[in-house]
């Protein structure tokens, strides 16, 4: 009995060690806001347009200046944005979803590694560009 009872104490000193260190890596990072979940891509005339759901908390302001599409080794800047505007205020309703149409100058298929910078006021936030 006395040796499940130190196992166990020595489990829960491992767990709320392990909690500290994340609430002090999250302390230290950034926090820019809110996640990006890809939704779907088509092709355009000027190039791709890819929708995407933005989760962030409800009632909360966030601002997008600019995103970026990460082709390999191009960066491709996005040129207009649908649902809210680039370098201006948002806020999140009650549901805390925000869905965007954006468009970038790019002929071709993603692929599974091409990725998606959101230049926010709060800091960068890297997501994939597709599922």
Known sequence: MKALKTIKNIMVAAVVAAASALGMAAQQT????FNVIPDKSIATDDGVRI???L????STSQRI??????EGTKVIPATD?????FKRYFQ???EGVQVVEVDFPFKGALTNT???VFHTDK???KAAAKQ
Do not use: A
Not at 55 to 58: A, D, L, T
């Open 30 to 33: 950034p926090n820019p806001g």
């Open 51 to 53: 929708t995407l759901c």
């Open 55 to 58: 989760v962030g908390i409800p």
């Open 65 to 70: 200046d600019g995103i970026d599409l990460v």
């Open 81 to 85: 944005i649908d649902g809210i505007d």
């Open 92 to 94: 999140f309703e009650d």
């Open 114 to 116: 091409s990725t998606l």
């Open 123 to 125: 800091g960068d936030i």
